[in-house]
Nanobody, 117 residues
Framework: QVQLVESGGGLVQPGGSLRLSCTAS????????MGWYRQAPGKQRELVAN????????NYADSVKGRFTISIDNRKSTINLEMTSVKPEDTAVYYC??????????WGQGTQVTVSS
């Protein structure tokens, strides 16, 4: 079992910055990928960015490339998502995800990000 606790989120103006964090606990050694997904009202959940825990290889959605940065701190079992130059279309509930070696997905409770002036 893996538990995920998210922090960050909130209201930010267009062009501003925001940081999301997610800390994993439980069977941490079984995690191979951690990342962030988001879901806007009326839309499907989509991948924002993820990173492999052992290689630090990262993957980004085209819509956030060059604006968002995902990083991992293995000592703290934490991933961070630095969001810069945010746009109104970044408004969504952001979910932390952890996938284990036996392909089980765990999810955080979600944190709201609203980009508005």
């Amino acid at each position: 079992q893996v538990q995920l606790v998210e922090s960050g989120g909130g209201l930010v103006q267009p062009g501003g910055s925001l940081r999301l964090s997610c800390t994993a606990s439980g069977s941490i050694s079984s995690i191979v990928v951690m990342g962030w997904y988001r879901q806007a009202p009326g839309k499907q959940r989509e991948l924002v960015a993820n990173t492999f825990t052992r290689t630090s290889y990262t993957n980004y959605a085209d819509s956030v490339k060059g604006r968002f940065t995902i990083s991992i701190d293995n000592r703290k079992s934490t991933i961070n998502l630095e969001m810069t130059s945010v746009k109104p279309e970044d408004t969504a509930v952001y979910y932390c995800n952890a996938r284990t070696y036996d392909v089980i997905d765990y999810w955080g409770q979600g944190t709201q990000v609203t980009v508005s002036s």
